[in-house]
């Protein structure tokens, strides 16, 4: 990272700050009135699991108490903290360096399923699979440096606007899950990221809109090589699957990264069983949280009829669990800081 | 980790903590006093280039200046923590694991390197070369839950003891070092330790040893496999390598787990030369220190002739990239807290 670079790399933050939640000061902390940490919440059952689960780890003397270093809350991405429908941004993201990337492939115009991205055809796209999708991930996030790479999520993500809003993706953020990670770590949590999507597509951007430093984002990976260019060190990026940060690889992910159990965790889907199981079933004090999908108004409404963020398994496990189910349309005021 | 377990890790870990530096709060911190806060350095060339480089990339309006979330120090462990002659501890570990589950493999009496081990026949074991390491490490570190793992830890660094000081191989820490992770810390720093290690064999005791938390643990590990065991969730160790971090392996790591680049590194051997350069050969003022063992009489003297700690080529690109070689015989006043 040189100094240019880094010049560049924060006038790109600058930028997404300004533009994105103007409520959170620059360690992403919400500026919310001394009074009540969680404004955009209706007081529901689901704030009061929240309030009451905090209260009870960080009352000393408790039985419930747990210290400050085990106080530690994994976080779902995609539909838990910033919107992932019509498809996962991360995707919107693939399809546009496959578009960028084509007058340098000519090839792609008869190669699936890189015709069908440049053509725009969703369907034969989704019909491709995870292996069509693994080739679209390979052909536009690896064969450059990781500095490069940065770059190009950095340049993307300040520029990219989503089709409904019209509005940086930074933007369609969840005010109410926004607060939430604040209250949190004003309460001694450290607040992890645990995502399905590439680790790398997040860092860059995870503190100023989150609060969340890159060395707390957990996620899917490729490989990488060091290697000296010109004298130069360099990691580059190789078109070779490392890990998969979803399902039954999220406790895998927690444990190589964070190396402790969390006691809160929070997701939308059935990628978020295992964590939310890993999370939840031990002894003393811990919470599971569930963002249901439930606002066809002011967001999206889907559960079981979706690939982006299918849940079912997880909704049935949640009575028998104690996991909060939150009703985006009954428990929360606001959902972005935009409407 | 259940209330039990971490009855059993909290009991231990303050055994830990009493036994070992006792000028240690339990962040880790030093208490020294104000004006100093190398005190067992002496006023050295080495101990002035720590102090310029901090002093310089933490003057704000400066060119040199560097914002706190990008004060990324990195440490490597054996050797340049801790004492890693006349053999790794964690080596030491494994072999007192072979010899205590000896009784349940009656086999291991006939087949090397376990032969070799249960006899302390260093000679073949040392002939038995990687392969024979791994095959140690795979009996001894896989087969059971992440945190019976953690325990078996715990109770064995709690009561082993080195045989040359005859003392817990926790208070076998530089107190140099411990302090000079506090002054990074107190200057801004977020501090890691990047090893070739077990990152499962540090973990459990580097907080109140060095102040380091297990997220900031970065080491070699083995995989690891989600399951659920009679409705409670396990991480269950599997026989299988997951990642070296070692040499080339150490920006690597670095990427994986900080996901920024150090501004400073702190090594020993030819292990961390690419950590080293990854850190230094970067644009703005960076620092590269290497600590070397020049004093036989209060700890070990080796560079070249030794497979424990191997320094040569590191050394001999010392002068070039301006890296700070610390001489353990000159620089330090003290080595350990009980000398």
């Known amino acids: 990272m040189g100094t240019h670079h880094d010049f560049h790399r924060r006038a790109v933050l600058a930028a997404l700050l300004a533009s994105t939640a103007g409520a959170m000061t620059l360690s992403g902390q919400p500026a919310v009135a001394q009074g009540d940490p969680l404004p955009s919440w209706n007081d529901s059952r689901s704030r009061q699991s929240i309030l009451s689960f905090v209260a009870a780890i960080?009352?000393?003397?408790?039985?419930?108490?747990?210290?400050?270093?085990?106080?530690?809350?994994?976080?779902?991405?995609?539909?838990?903290?910033?919107?992932e429908h019509p498809m996962y941004t991360q995707l919107v993201f693939a399809l546009d360096r496959v578009k960028a990337l084509a007058s340098q492939h000519p090839e792609w115009?008869?190669?699936?399923?890189?015709?069908?991205?440049?053509?725009?055809?969703?369907?034969?796209?989704?019909?491709?699979?995870?292996?069509?999708?693994?080739?679209?991930v390979m052909a536009t996030h690896a064969g450059m440096s990781t500095r490069e790479?940065?770059?190009?999520?950095?340049?993307?993500?300040?520029?990219?606007?989503?089709?409904?809003?019209?509005?940086?993706?930074?933007?369609?953020?969840?005010?109410?899950?926004i607060e939430l990670l604040g209250f949190l770590r004003a309460n001694g949590f450290k607040t992890f990221i645990v995502s399905g999507g590439g680790i790398e597509f997040m860092r860059p951007w995870t503190e100023p809109v989150y609060g969340v430093p890159p060395d707390q984002?957990?996620?899917?990976?490729?490989?990488?090589?060091?290697?000296?260019?010109?004298?130069?060190?360099?990691?580059?990026?190789l078109p070779e699957v490392d890990f998969i940060d979803d399902g039954a690889g999220k406790p895998v992910g927690i444990n190589e990264h964070i190396g402790q159990r969390p006691i809160a965790a929070f997701g939308n889907s059935d990628g978020d069983l295992e964590m939310l199981q890993w999370a939840t079933k031990g002894d003393g004090r811990r919470l599971g949280l569930i963002v249901h999908h439930t606002d066809g108004e002011r967001e999206y409404a889907y559960d079981r009829q979706t690939h982006f963020g299918h849940l079912e398994k997880a909704l049935e496990a949640a009575p028998a669990n104690d996991w909060t189910v939150v009703s985006m349309k009954d428990d929360w005021k606001r959902i972005f800081k935009f409407q």
């Open 58 to 83: 960080t009352r000393e003397g408790s039985s419930d108490f747990v210290p400050v270093p085990q106080r530690i809350a994994t976080f779902d991405n995609d539909g838990t903290l910033w919107v």
């Open 109 to 136: 115009k008869d190669t699936q399923p890189f015709k069908a991205a440049i053509e725009g055809d969703m369907r034969t796209l989704a019909a491709s699979g995870e292996r069509g999708l693994v080739a679209l």
């Open 149 to 177: 790479f940065e770059k190009i999520v950095l340049d993307w993500i300040s520029s990219a606007r989503d089709p409904r809003w019209k509005r940086p993706y930074t933007e369609l953020v969840y005010l109410p899950m």
């Open 217 to 237: 984002v957990v996620g899917s990976s490729i490989k990488t090589k060091f290697e000296m260019r010109d004298g130069k060190p360099e990691l580059l990026r």
